[in-house]
């Protein structure tokens, strides 16, 4: 009798595991977390540390030299700071790095366009130029944000443009003082 009690239950336990793994996936996945703890007085949002700006499908003929401004409609994007003590630091300035442009510290483009390049301004329409700080922005506490345009402009009357797409990577540093 207790052979068949056994053969019983262990034929139920095999019918129960062959109809689990028959079983319909309804959803699994990984979340990963990253990040990193930096010596500064603000965080920065992850929304603002990696970024895609569109600049649009831009006309060749808004680029070349004596047209009316030699340049495309300004794309704005921002930089967000988040939880700033201003205790001891009370501004930041914004440094972009990259590939120089073809015009005065302009950020150059790769790709099958050529005969532009990439205007960084801060938030007031002046140029940032490649390498070197903005102008220090006032922070205060808690959350700030930082707002910056980029313009495509073409190289200058010797200068052709070429229609093409482009790419443009610029970094970005933060210096508090």
Do not use: W
């Not at 790095?97 to 015009?103: L, R, S, V």
């Amino acid at each position: 009798m207790n052979f068949n009690k056994f053969a019983l239950a262990a034929a139920m336990s095999m019918t129960m595991v062959a109809g689990m793994a028959n079983a319909a996936d309804q959803g699994h996945g990984k979340i990963t977390f990253t990040g990193s703890i930096i010596d500064a007085p603000c965080s920065i949002n992850p929304d603002s540390i990696d970024q895609t700006v569109e600049m649009g499908q831009i006309s060749n003929v808004a680029l070349k030299a004596g047209s009316n401004t030699g340049t495309s409609i300004p794309r704005n994007f921002e930089i967000k700071l988040e939880n700033c003590d201003i205790t001891t630091l009370k501004s930041v300035k914004t440094t972009f790095t990259g590939a120089e442009g073809g015009t005065d510290g302009s950020l150059g483009v790769t790709g099958t366009a050529k005969g532009a390049s990439i205007i960084l301004t801060n938030g007031d329409g002046k140029q940032i130029k490649i390498g070197e700080a903005s102008a220090a922005r006032n922070l205060q506490s808690g959350n700030n944000t930082l707002l910056f345009s980029a313009y495509l402009k073409g190289d200058g009357a010797s200068a052709t443009v070429i229609p093409g797409d482009f790419t443009a990577i610029a970094d970005f540093t933060l210096a508090y003082q």
